[in-house]
C-alpha cells in the first residue's frame, strides 16, 4: 500500500478519494431511492395482479432484499475508472459483498416457493419444506465457501477437490441430516403421515395433531396444547399410530365392554319374559323364540331355553341396529360374549359411530351406555362392580 502512495500522485490520489465519495454517494442515493420510490411502484403493481404467488414474494421481502444488490454491482461497475492495482483489490471485496447478498436473495426466493407450494392442498399430502431446507443448506455452505474463495482469491476447483479428503468427516458432521433427508423421503413416498393428521407415539410422549414437518424435526401439538418435537429420522426407529384412516373413514370405533355379575345371569322366568315381551324391538324376537324354547319354570338342562344374559345381548344388538348413529351397514358390527374373568362376564360392544369428531363420538359413546347400564336391570342383570365403602343395596 505504501508504495502505491508512492507511485500515485497527490491529484492522483485526491481523483481517487473525489471518485470513491461519487460512487458511494450514489450507490447509496439508488438504493434508498429505489427502497422508497421503486418499492412503492412494485407494491402498486403486485397489489393490481390477479396472481397470488407475487403478494407471497412482497410478504417475505424478497424485493427488498433484492435492491440491497444495487450498491455492490454499482460499485463494481465504477472499479473500471480505478488503476488496476487498487480495482483488483477492492473488486474481491465487492465481489464477497455480492456474494453474501445472493444468498440471502435465493433464500428468499426459496422461502417464497415453500410458501406459494404450501397454498395449494397437495402441500399437505407431499410436503416440500424438508427438501427446501435441505437446499438452503446446500446454498449456504456452497454459498459461503464461494465467497470466502472470492476474498482471499482462492481457487474454487482447488477447494472442492479438498473437500473430497474430508467426506467421512462431514458425513459425521451431517449425520442428522442426512438420516432426516432419508426418513423424509420415506415419509413422503410412503405417505406415512402429514400435515393435520393426528398420531399417536408413546415414545415420544406425542399424541394429537402434526402441525409442522421439517427437514430435522416433526412438531406435534397434543389435545393438551402442549407440543411436541421429534427428531424427523426418529419415526424410522419407533412405531407411530396414524389415525387418518379412521378420519377419512367417516367412522370411528366403540369398543367396549359391560362387565355383568356372574351370579345374576340365569333362564328367564315366564314373569321376566312376560315384562321383557313389552319392549318393541324385542316383541317380534320374543314371539319367534317361546314357539321353540321352553318358557317354563321348570328347569330342564336338555330342553332349549331362553336367558337374561342371551336375551339382553340380543336387545343390545337390536338397540344399537336402531341407533341413528352408528353404521352397522359400512363396518363390523359385534355384540359377543368374551371370555369369563375374575370381575365378571364381559358384554362387549364393538360398533362404529358414523361420526368421528372427539366431542361427537364421546357423547354417542356415553349415550348407548348411559342407556344401556340402566336397561341390565329390567333384565334382572347385574353388573360387577368392586366392593365400596357403602353397604347396601341400589334400588
Request: charge should be positive; glycine fraction near 4%; aromatic fraction near 12%.
Amino acid at each position: 500500500m505504501q508504495n502505491l502512495i508512492n507511485i500515485l500522485s497527490i491529484e492522483t490520489i485526491f481523483e481517487l478519494f473525489i471518485l470513491a465519495v461519487v460512487t458511494l454517494f450514489i450507490s447509496i442515493l439508488l438504493y434508498y431511492l429505489s427502497k422508497k420510490y421503486l418499492l412503492r411502484v412494485i407494491h402498486k403493481f403486485i397489489h393490481k395482479t390477479k396472481n397470488s404467488w407475487d403478494d407471497i414474494f412482497l410478504k417475505i421481502g424478497f424485493f427488498e432484499e433484492l435492491i440491497k444488490i444495487i450498491p455492490p454491482l454499482i460499485i463494481l461497475f465504477s472499479l473500471k475508472f480505478y488503476p488496476q492495482n487498487i480495482s483488483s483489490a477492492i473488486s474481491n471485496i465487492v465481489e464477497f459483498w455480492i456474494a453474501i447478498v445472493a444468498i440471502k436473495i435465493v433464500d428468499k426466493f426459496l422461502s417464497g416457493i415453500l410458501e406459494i407450494y404450501s397454498a395449494y392442498d397437495i402441500s399437505k399430502d407431499k410436503p416440500i419444506k424438508g427438501y427446501i431446507q435441505l437446499i438452503k443448506m446446500v446454498v449456504y455452505i456452497l454459498g459461503t465457501i464461494v465467497a470466502i474463495c472470492i476474498l482471499f482469491g482462492i481457487s474454487l476447483w482447488g477447494v472442492l477437490s479438498g473437500v473430497g479428503a474430508f467426506t467421512a468427516v462431514l458425513m459425521f458432521i451431517f449425520k442428522d441430516t442426512i438420516l432426516s433427508l432419508v426418513a423424509s423421503v420415506q415419509i413422503t413416498a410412503n405417505d406415512l403421515f402429514k400435515v393435520g393428521d393426528w398420531i399417536e407415539a408413546p415414545n415420544f410422549g406425542a399424541d394429537g395433531e402434526v402441525i409442522d414437518i421439517a427437514l430435522h424435526s416433526v412438531k406435534v401439538q397434543n389435545w393438551d396444547k402442549t407440543i411436541v418435537t421429534i427428531p424427523t429420522y426418529k419415526f424410522m426407529e419407533n412405531s407411530f399410530k396414524n389415525w387418518r384412516g379412521m378420519s377419512q373413514s367417516g367412522g370411528r370405533r366403540i369398543k367396549r365392554s359391560l362387565f355383568i355379575d356372574a351370579n345374576s345371569i340365569k333362564f328367564c322366568t315366564p314373569e321376566l319374559l312376560e315384562k321383557l315381551s313389552e319392549i318393541e324391538i324385542l316383541k317380534d324376537y320374543l314371539h319367534e323364540k317361546t314357539k321353540v324354547v321352553d318358557t317354563t319354570h321348570k328347569v330342564t338342562l336338555n330342553e332349549r331355553k331362553l336367558t337374561n344374559i342371551g336375551t339382553f345381548r340380543e336387545y343390545v344388538k337390536r338397540y344399537l341396529i336402531n341407533n341413528p348413529n352408528i353404521d352397522n351397514k359400512n363396518f363390523t358390527f359385534l355384540v359377543r360374549q368374551l371370555q369369563p374373568t375374575s370381575k365378571g362376564i364381559p358384554l362387549e360392544v364393538y360398533a362404529f359411530s358414523n361420526k368421528n369428531k372427539w366431542a361427537e363420538y364421546e357423547d354417542i359413546q356415553s349415550d348407548i351406555f348411559d342407556h344401556l347400564l340402566v336397561a341390565l336391570r329390567e333384565f334382572e342383570l347385574k353388573l360387577y362392580q368392586e366392593p365400596s365403602g357403602e353397604i347396601g343395596t341400589l334400588k
